[in-house]
């Protein structure tokens, strides 16, 4: 039996050491969050990356636009030698 409560004893102190420790990190985490971000607020910054990516590919979409057009371009100037 003291074997059995000795592992678990150990168990439990291991436990409250890691939620001490994880509840300091998500704490440096939100304090990141909102340095950086403005917001610690989850679905705020799901909200944010998810626009971010929309506004990213729009412009990879302007910018392989733009490279087809001087593509284009320096194909009706060789075509016209």
Known sequence: MQPAYERLRADRIRAESDVER???ELAAARAQAREE???DD???IRRMIEEARAENARRVEDFAQALRAVQDRLDA???AR
Do not use: R, S
Request: charged content about 25%; hydrophobic content about 40%.
């Open 37 to 39: 971000l403005g917001t």
């Open 22 to 24: 994880l509840t300091a």
């Open 77 to 79: 100037l060789d075509g």
């Open 42 to 44: 989850e679905a705020e």
